[in-house]
């Protein structure tokens, strides 16, 4: 998957641009707040149709202006196709090869983008939820109908939730209920394992390429229903239901005191170990930096492996806090993928590639070209 060309008007502080990236590495340099990561956020809206930065529109519209418009051709193996996005104070419109969607889920997807912003550091140390969405948006980028499987749980997670929350509590609704959340539970929990199976010995790979082979690090599910999840073995969807029930079970009053439900996918947690030890409390900031760049490249192979489609790679700033040694290793991975990747940086040096790239200059929102 490769993005052809590129354009916005209005976009953030960029001026108005069209530019054709090279197919494999674009690098974007420039001092702070020149538009660097506004030009990363383009790419990521053309494919996921929300910014990672925020909700609003019109932070994304240039300030004074009413609307923004983003226009990404891509190639998707033989295919090519147009995406056009336009943001408007309160609306989203978006185009495939000039029809307007219905819904903008129908344009969800057919650009894929993984993205590593510096935030992303964070996501060992952070909260398990953004642990989870990782894992939810790597299964839903390699099976699409995952989507409906996680809004289904949390439609009957929300209605269970609810019976707990009311005072006059319906013992036979809760365990309807109860029943519903185990049943969808089973199938959001058995998609993840699966994944977390196919890209476990990817990422353990990709983590060793970066950070190199003298630590080994793995990856574990903590289950809000079991001890231990065999990600070797992992459990079938009845073994699955079971033990959340019992689970459930032997919680006794206490999801009743608690008013919310403390069993299911939504209790569930993703953990990294570095050679056996927990990395959320032991590991340093250039390990955290590590071990996300290694899942998310670990993504882009599975995808790869799996579709033979390679999303683009977005790195936001990534070299910093990576040792040399560290920022050569990253390169040399990058260099053996074979997608197209957008960098940004402050310091051109800090790109340790010789060939098949393109350079832009980021300053004041302008796009120089600087080969
Ligand atoms: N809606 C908008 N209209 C105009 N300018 C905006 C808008 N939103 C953000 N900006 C400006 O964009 C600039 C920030 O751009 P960006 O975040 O891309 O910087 P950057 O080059 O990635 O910097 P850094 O190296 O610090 O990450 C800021 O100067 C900010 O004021
Ligand atoms: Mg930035």
Redesign the pocket.
Same mark, same amino acid.
């Given at each position: 998957m490769r993005l052809q060309t590129l354009a916005a008007q209005h976009f953030? $502080?960029l001026q108005d641009f069209r530019i054709v990236p090279h197919p494999r590495f674009n690098i974007l340099i =420039?001092? $702070?707040?020149? =538009?660097?990561? $506004? +030009?990363l &956020?383009a790419i990521y809206l053309s494919a996921n149709l929300k910014s990672f930065r925020t909700h609003q529109n &019109? &932070? +994304? %519209?240039?300030?004074g202006l009413q609307e923004a418009r983003v226009v990404a051709e891509v190639q998707r193996g033989n295919d090519t196709l147009t995406l056009e996005l336009k943001l408007q104070t309160r609306r989203r419109l978006v185009w495939v090869d000039g029809q307007l969607t219905r819904r903008l889920t129908d344009a969800l997807g057919l650009l894929q983008v993984i993205l590593f912003a510096p935030e992303d550091v964070a996501l060992i140390k952070g909260q398990p939820s953004a642990r989870r969405s990782f894992l939810d948006h790597a299964v839903f980028v390699s099976r699409a109908s995952y989507l409906s499987i996680l809004s289904d749980y949390n439609a009957t997670l929300k209605r269970r939730n609810a019976v707990l929350k009311n005072d006059r509590r319906d013992a036979k609704l809760l365990e309807v209920y109860s029943e519903q959340l185990v049943e969808h539970g089973a199938e959001v929990i058995g998609a993840r394992l699966e994944l977390l199976r196919q890209l476990r010995p990817l990422f353990n790979d990709a983590f060793r390429n970066i950070f190199g082979a003298k630590l080994e690090a793995s990856i574990r599910y903590r289950a809000s229903w079991a001890d231990q999840v065999d990600l070797d073995a992992p459990p079938d969807a009845n073994t699955l239901r079971c033990a959340m029930l019992a689970a459930i079970r032997a919680l006794g009053g206490d999801e009743l005191r608690r008013k919310q439900s403390l069993v299911g996918p939504h209790r569930d947690d993703l953990e990294v170990l570095l050679d056996g030890t927990p990395a959320k409390a032991h590991a340093s900031q250039g390990q955290h930096r590590s071990i996300v760049l290694a899942l998310k490249c670990a993504e882009i192979l599975l995808l790869k492996d799996r579709f033979g489609l390679e999303p683009i790679l977005l790195l @936001? @700033?990534v070299s910093s806090e990576l040792d040399s040694t560290r920022n050569q290793q990253l390169f040399s991975f990058l260099a053996s993928l074979s997608g197209q990747v957008f960098i #940004?940086t #402050?310091a051109r040096e800090h790109i340790l590639l010789d060939q098949d790239q393109s350079a832009w200059t %980021?300053h004041q =929102?302008g796009l120089t070209p600087a080969d």
């Amino acid at each position: 998957m490769r993005l052809q060309t590129l354009a916005a008007q209005h976009f953030r $502080n960029l001026q108005d641009f069209r530019i054709v990236p090279h197919p494999r590495f674009n690098i974007l340099i =420039g001092y $702070n707040a020149q =538009g660097k990561t $506004n +030009l990363l &956020e383009a790419i990521y809206l053309s494919a996921n149709l929300k910014s990672f930065r925020t909700h609003q529109n &019109e &932070e +994304l %519209v240039r300030f004074g202006l009413q609307e923004a418009r983003v226009v990404a051709e891509v190639q998707r193996g033989n295919d090519t196709l147009t995406l056009e996005l336009k943001l408007q104070t309160r609306r989203r419109l978006v185009w495939v090869d000039g029809q307007l969607t219905r819904r903008l889920t129908d344009a969800l997807g057919l650009l894929q983008v993984i993205l590593f912003a510096p935030e992303d550091v964070a996501l060992i140390k952070g909260q398990p939820s953004a642990r989870r969405s990782f894992l939810d948006h790597a299964v839903f980028v390699s099976r699409a109908s995952y989507l409906s499987i996680l809004s289904d749980y949390n439609a009957t997670l929300k209605r269970r939730n609810a019976v707990l929350k009311n005072d006059r509590r319906d013992a036979k609704l809760l365990e309807v209920y109860s029943e519903q959340l185990v049943e969808h539970g089973a199938e959001v929990i058995g998609a993840r394992l699966e994944l977390l199976r196919q890209l476990r010995p990817l990422f353990n790979d990709a983590f060793r390429n970066i950070f190199g082979a003298k630590l080994e690090a793995s990856i574990r599910y903590r289950a809000s229903w079991a001890d231990q999840v065999d990600l070797d073995a992992p459990p079938d969807a009845n073994t699955l239901r079971c033990a959340m029930l019992a689970a459930i079970r032997a919680l006794g009053g206490d999801e009743l005191r608690r008013k919310q439900s403390l069993v299911g996918p939504h209790r569930d947690d993703l953990e990294v170990l570095l050679d056996g030890t927990p990395a959320k409390a032991h590991a340093s900031q250039g390990q955290h930096r590590s071990i996300v760049l290694a899942l998310k490249c670990a993504e882009i192979l599975l995808l790869k492996d799996r579709f033979g489609l390679e999303p683009i790679l977005l790195l @936001d @700033d990534v070299s910093s806090e990576l040792d040399s040694t560290r920022n050569q290793q990253l390169f040399s991975f990058l260099a053996s993928l074979s997608g197209q990747v957008f960098i #940004t940086t #402050t310091a051109r040096e800090h790109i340790l590639l010789d060939q098949d790239q393109s350079a832009w200059t %980021v300053h004041q =929102g302008g796009l120089t070209p600087a080969d």
